[in-house]
Nanobody, 119 residues
Framework: QVQLVESGGGLVQAGGSLRLSCQASGMIFRINVMGWYRQSPGKQRELVGTITSTGTINYADYVKGRFTISKDNAKNTMYLQMNSLKPEDTAVYYC?????????????WGQGTQVTVSS
């Protein structure tokens, strides 16, 4: 019912920047919360940050001051601006959305986009 497509990953040197996008499509009545998560090899998926329908943003401590989450409601798109990247930021980054559809609420995940930071 709801599809999420991430884009913008790639290879960057330490200290560099990348901007990820996540576009939601489908039978969307309202997007309640969107979030970015990441997973490195051998590690559990971890939260990067979330943004609510009212614009409240929360970040994991390890990205505060370096990463910025924003959204374009008209485009149902969320962004993750990543600055001052470190090799330990290397991971597959996933988009998540909790979406109100016509008769229910669904929790959807994107396919992920690889971010690799070289030292």
């Amino acid at each position: 019912q709801v599809q999420l497509v991430e884009s913008g990953g790639g290879l960057v040197q330490a200290g560099g920047s990348l901007r990820l996008s996540c576009q939601a499509s489908g039978m969307i009545f309202r997007i309640n919360v969107m979030g970015w998560y990441r997973q490195s090899p051998g590690k559990q998926r971890e939260l990067v940050g979330t943004i609510t329908s009212t614009g409240t943003i929360n970040y994991a401590d390890y990205v505060k001051g370096r990463f910025t989450i924003s959204k374009d409601n008209a485009k149902n798109t969320m962004y993750l601006q990543m600055n001052s990247l470190k090799p330990e930021d290397t991971a597959v980054y996933y988009c998540n959305a909790n979406v109100r559809v016509i008769t229910s609420t669904v929790d959807s995940w994107g396919q992920g986009t690889q971010v690799t930071v070289s030292s």
